[in-house]
């Protein structure tokens, strides 16, 4: 600072212009120039022609690298500011300014967007695909080999962390620079973790009937993996992209599981006859069970009324015997005799008596 005021003429307080009076920050250029020429004492050695030149220049230097300090941060983006290579800051969107180099640094990244790492196989094309084998062939928990090609989507949500706390490096057919931790470190965390879970399962889980799950266990170890790891990534999704046998066996799985399948349909077909049948027969069977007391109360019924006719017939006879008596005989007889033939009986002929009903 004693160098900056004395070749500047700057003074240790600012007191406002006052009138026609000289202030101390009232200087000319040449002034600027004696004090420069005082102060730095290699300039007295320079031509007196040049050292104007020369310290323009020096200035227009000096404003031109303090001007490259000025930055923009995107509003997808985050910047993390370093002052001889230690770590300052996290600047967030927007226009900024840092130390130019070599006093600072800083580096830009895109923190929200959604990266991809392909495990087992890399993206040539559209459509095109390359199996990286050494990557995707594994063992299952009951000695099976399988392949097993996985996307994983992560994305930046400590840039701190993603910058200075894992030194990796990087993998050049992913196109990822050395010092990224989703380099060779997020394929390792990746692989062990698919691993460990694959190696636990069956082969048929994990080629058809618990893709889901295997998902989700794997998403949940690599979290675990990435933040002990301190990577400063978070994982999104772990997605199975193609699941298959060894190439030398895949005829044989193809037939194991196209019987699987066939099984499935059969099954599905007589639970679905199951589902049909079974309304049909309960309803059946209310039908019938509402039938049968239908008719056992009318035999209750029917029983209980002759069982009071005939209290009230015997109440009768011991009232009556003789009248009673005469009464049931007479009724039963007019209750038999109509269902028998009836003849006239005359000394010579025998006539049937015809039933004539009165008009």
């Given at each position: 600072m004693e160098f900056l005021k004395k070749t500047f003429g700057i003074a240790k307080s600012y007191r406002p212009p006052s009138g026609g009076g000289r202030e101390e920050y009232d200087i000319s250029f040449q002034e600027f120039l004696d004090n420069l020429k005082k102060n730095v004492p290699f300039m007295n050695k320079l031509p007196s022609g040049n050292r104007s030149i020369i310290i323009i220049g020096l200035i227009i230097l000096f404003v031109i690298w303090a001007a490259s300090g000025i930055y923009t941060v995107g509003p997808d983006q985050q910047a993390a500011t370093r002052m001889f290579g230690k770590f300052q800051s996290i600047q967030g969107n927007g226009l900024h300014w840092w130390w130019p180099s070599p006093i600072g640094q800083r580096d830009t990244v895109v923190?929200?967007?959604?990266?991809?790492?392909?495990?087992?196989?890399?993206?040539?094309?559209?459509?095109?695909?390359?199996?990286?084998?050494?990557?995707?062939?594994?063992?299952?928990?009951?000695?099976?080999?399988?392949?097993?090609?996985?996307?994983?989507?992560?994305?930046?949500?400590?840039?701190?962390?993603?910058?200075?706390?894992?030194?990796?490096?990087?993998?050049?057919?992913?196109?990822?620079d050395p010092g990224s931790p989703d380099g060779v470190t997020l394929r390792d965390i990746t692989e062990t973790a698919l691993r460990q879970v694959v190696g636990k399962r069956n082969i048929d889980d994990v080629l058809t009937t618990q893709k889901g799950e295997v998902q989700d266990e794997v998403l949940l170890l690599m979290r675990n993996l990435s933040q002990n790891y301190d990577t400063g990534l978070e994982i999104i999704a772990v997605r199975l992209q193609n699941v298959n046998p060894p190439v030398q066996v895949q005829d044989a799985f193809d037939d194991v599981t196209r019987a699987r399948e066939e099984r499935d349909r059969i099954i599905n077909?007589?639970?679905?006859?199951?589902?049909?049948?079974?309304?049909?027969?309960?309803?059946?069977?209310?039908?019938?069970?509402?039938?049968?007391?239908?008719?056992?109360?009318?035999?209750?019924?029917?029983?209980?009324?002759?069982?009071?006719?005939?209290?009230?017939?015997?109440?009768?006879?011991?009232?009556?015997p003789d009248v009673t008596r005469q009464r049931l005989y007479l009724e039963m007889v007019e209750r038999v005799f109509p269902n028998f033939n009836k003849y006239i009986i005359n000394d010579s002929k025998i006539l049937p008596l015809l039933d004539i009903e009165p008009n």
């Open positions: 923190v929200t967007a959604t990266r991809q790492l392909e495990l087992g196989f890399r993206s040539e094309g559209q459509e095109m695909t390359k199996p990286v084998t050494y990557e995707s062939m594994m063992i299952t928990g009951d000695e099976n080999l399988v392949d097993v090609q996985t996307v994983i989507q992560y994305k930046i949500i400590d840039l701190r962390k993603y910058l200075f706390f894992v030194d990796d490096p990087g993998e050049q057919d992913r196109n990822v077909l007589a639970q679905a006859y199951q589902e049909s049948e079974i309304p049909k027969a309960i309803g059946e069977a209310a039908k019938i069970t509402e039938s049968a007391n239908a008719f056992k109360q009318g035999r209750i019924a029917r029983a209980e009324g002759e069982a009071q006719g005939f209290i009230k017939l015997l109440e009768a006879y011991e009232k009556s």
